[in-house]
């Protein structure tokens, strides 16, 4: 079975542009997940969707947005980028029918802010 | 964010020895924990999971320990070898998954 798969893998930005990375989970997998990590501040949640619906939201401001779609495919957004958006964005996906299911992450968008 | 653990960043051990990763978690609620392996360019990996109604569960020469009178956890890696150095982070599970800073550990050919 295919892992979870992210793209772009590298992409760079300047400040106040915005960005779209992708997540397709691992296939029937129906909860996607996506983290920000960083070196200072280490994995931080950013938003959970389950069924094209965001079920858990982390302390991120608003700039930050996703939306899933009926294939368990996810898309997140960043707009007006800020130098402290610089970080590597995982996705990860889960059977989700349960709390607590394990999620297997993707190998992450490295995003640069210029 | 939130995170959980020890500020413990760097372990570095001899090839053949046991490794000791630790992990202090922040909620007695939570029900479920996770230990993830990430290696430089990669997203974390799952290596061990456990409940918690267990104090201890063993996998392919890792081990994890739950002590939740002190909300502690610890991964147990045998017989180190180069292939195990990486990041290492814990996780726990309640209403939300909360990841421990992580530890690097570093395998001493």
């Known amino acids: 079975k295919a892992g979870v798969t992210q793209t772009p893998r590298y992409l760079i930005k300047t400040r106040g542009q915005q960005v779209t990375l992708s997540c397709s989970p691992i296939s029937g997998h129906r909860s996607v997940s996506w983290y920000q990590q960083t070196p200072g501040q280490g994995l931080q949640f950013l938003f959970e969707y389950f069924s094209e619906t965001q079920r858990n939201k982390g302390n991120f401001p608003g700039r930050f947005s996703g939306r899933q779609f009926s294939n368990s495919r996810s898309e997140m957004n960043v707009s007006t980028l800020e130098l402290g958006d610089s970080a590597l964005y995982l996705c990860a996906s889960s059977l989700a029918d349960k709390r607590g299911d394990t999620q297997y992450f993707g190998p992450g968008t490295r995003l640069t802010v210029l | 964010g939130e995170s959980v653990g020890l500020h413990l960043p760097t372990l570095s051990v001899q090839e053949g020895d046991n490794s000791i990763i630790n992990c202090a978690y922040s909620n007695s609620a939570s029900d479920y924990f996770i230990w993830y392996k990430q290696e430089s360019g ?40 180069p292939g195990d150095s990486a990041v290492y982070f814990c996780a726990e599970i309640g209403y939300k998954v909360i990841f421990g800073p992580g530890t690097s550990l570093s395998v001493i050919p």
């Open chain 2, 42 to 81: 990669k997203g974390p990996q799952f290596i061990i999971d456990i409940r918690s109604n267990m104090d201890k569960r063993q996998g392919q020469r890792v081990t994890v320990l739950l002590n939740k009178t002190v909300k502690h956890l610890s991964l147990q890696i045998a017989a180190t070898q």
